[in-house]
């Protein structure tokens, strides 16, 4: 998981990866490369639910191996001395 920790501004929403957004186009919320962020031709809007698996099927999934490295949350929080889980303690 992902948190933009500085998207904490009035009206700043925060999706999971490959979420319509509510806006024209029905553009996605894509996880994507540091190369694709980087080029001249980059548009934040850029995929959409007409491209996206377009997209997927010529690149395949930035994140796919994320699941592969996953850590159960109650430890980190427990590292933090957050309670015990999500029990709010």
Known sequence: MFVDVLRNSYG???VVSYSLR??????VAAPLS?????????AADGFNL???FNRL???GDPWQETALK???LEAALRSYHIGDGFSGE
Not at 22 to 27: C, K
């Open 12 to 14: 700043q929403t925060a």
């Open 22 to 27: 509510a806006r024209p186009s029905a553009p």
């Open 34 to 42: 540091w190369d694709e962020v980087k080029r001249a031709d980059f």
């Open 50 to 52: 007409k491209n996206i």
């Open 57 to 59: 099927k010529a690149t």
């Open 70 to 72: 996953a850590n159960a």
